[in-house]
């Protein structure tokens, strides 16, 4: 099973991190088949996902985000590439002032159509 491990610094804070953490779950719900579980707590939060052949936790902070996916065997042949393009497109995001809304604009613009709400809840 290959594993990916994709640690990024940011000076958004928890509110604008976890804007942005929640529309990466519903992206990934809408476009990439991913069942994903928001979980808010009061200094962190954690985006579970899941689709057949991968899975994992991004885990979001005042400063930085975490991501750890474990990729099923067909998935594991790309992983070099899946990795690439998810640090390639969050970095991007990273540069720019409000990041949620340039990640709306270039999904729309990238599929027509904006992304479904993904589940969220409070952790206890």
């Not at 991190?17 to 929640?22: D, G, N």
């Not at 998810?86 to 991007?92: A, G, S």
């Amino acid at each position: 099973m290959a594993e990916i491990h994709i640690t990024r610094d940011h000076a958004l804070g928890l509110a604008a991190a976890r804007k942005l953490a929640f529309k990466w779950a519903e992206a990934a719900e809408a476009k990439l088949g991913m069942e994903c579980t928001y979980e808010e707590g009061k200094t962190s939060d954690v985006v579970n996902f899941e689709r057949p052949g991968a899975n994992g936790e991004l885990k979001v902070t005042k400063d930085r985000f975490v991501l750890d996916a474990k990729l099923g065997f067909l998935l594991g042949a790309f992983k070099d590439r899946i990795e690439l393009e998810i640090v390639k497109n969050l970095d991007e995001l990273l540069q720019h002032k409000e990041p949620h809304k340039v990640f709306e604009k270039e999904l729309a613009r990238r599929t027509g159509s904006p992304a479904k709400p993904a589940a969220r809840k409070k952790k206890a």
